[in-house]
């Protein structure tokens, strides 16, 4: 082997220094100081466990799923969620529209009730609808508890004694998903009449006390007036359902502004508070008490 030979496998080394194969001088032939190809060998060095880069690959592709499928899957879920919470205003408006309909002279639930408990065992006791949890939503923390595990009526022969009992004796720390709407008229506008809605749908509301001509539009809860439900709504202050009439349930993200309301009033205007929805006879109950229209509305 000349003396030149061992400085390019030298060299070759140090080219492939980050390579598997290497090139090994005691397999190089020497026959008249030149290389056979045919006889050189090379050898792959064994690599145990992962390098950095490896990893770091690895890791970055299990952020990208993660960040991929998180928000999929939370999407997924609200939409589940606010799929019940429709499907069970849903029941409660054609289990009130059966109670209403069976009657040949036509009925309703008066005025004169002025608890949601009490409206929602009349459409128990009635067979119409025995469902707590259409009242109570499943997964919402602001809905009672108690009233969503107890069986609203017991549906004996008799009537005596059969409404339950954690029902009968309801008071302000027990609550509802939803409020219901006790005195309206039976010839009322099946398609623009509510009976009942989600807890905590917003308005819009123009703050004009900001600096400027400029308006700062904000979304506030209107039910029942209060700061609690603003951030105590079904959905937060993504919005919330109401249930007409007709049977038929809408989504809003908001109930509109002053000028601008989704909704149309008793006297045919568009509005966006549900109070001006109905009649000032009709009232609208929360689980507990009426929700009184405040006159600084």
Not at 53 to 71: K, M, N, Q, R
Not at 97 to 115: L, M
Not at 178 to 192: E, F, K, N, Q, R
Not at 201 to 223: M, N
Request: with cysteine.
């Amino acid at each position: 082997m000349s003396e030149a030979e061992p400085q390019i496998i030298h060299i070759l080394n140090k080219v492939y220094d980050f390579s598997p194969i290497k090139f090994d001088i005691s397999l190089w032939n020497n026959n008249n100081g030149k290389a056979a190809s045919s006889s050189m060998k090379t050898k792959r060095e064994i690599k145990n466990g992962f390098s950095l880069i490896e990893i770091l690959v690895a890791l970055a592709i299990i952020g990208i799923l993660i960040s991929i499928l998180v928000p999929w899957v939370s999407k997924s879920l609200e939409n589940a969620r606010r799929t019940r919470g429709a499907t069970c205003l849903k029941q409660i408006a054609m289990a009130y529209s059966q109670y209403c309909n069976d009657d040949v002279n036509g009925r309703n639930i008066p005025a004169s009730v002025e608890k949601g408990t009490d409206w929602a065992m009349i459409l128990a006791q009635n067979k119409y609808l025995n469902d707590p949890r259409a009242y109570c939503f499943s997964g919402d923390s602001g809905a009672s508890e108690v009233l969503r595990n107890s069986i609203v009526h017991n549906n004996k022969s008799s009537e005596t004694d059969t409404l339950n009992a954690v029902w009968r004796t309801v008071n302000e720390k027990y609550e509802f998903s939803v409020y219901v709407i006790s005195g309206v008229p039976i010839d009322a506008p099946l398609s623009t009449t509510p009976i009942a809605f989600t807890r905590g749908i917003p308005a819009i509301k123009h703050d004009h006390s900001t600096s400027g001509s400029g308006e700062v539009p904000a979304k506030v809860a209107k039910w029942p007036w209060n700061s609690s439900d603003e951030t105590n709504g079904v959905y937060s202050s993504q919005g919330g359902y109401i249930a007409y009439l007709d049977g038929h349930v809408e989504w809003y993200d908001d109930l509109g502004d002053d000028q601008n309301g989704k909704l149309v009033a008793w006297n045919g205007t568009r509005t966006n508070k549900i109070h001006d929805t109905i009649p000032e006879t009709a009232k609208i109950l929360s689980a507990s008490e009426k929700i009184a229209k405040p006159s600084s509305e």
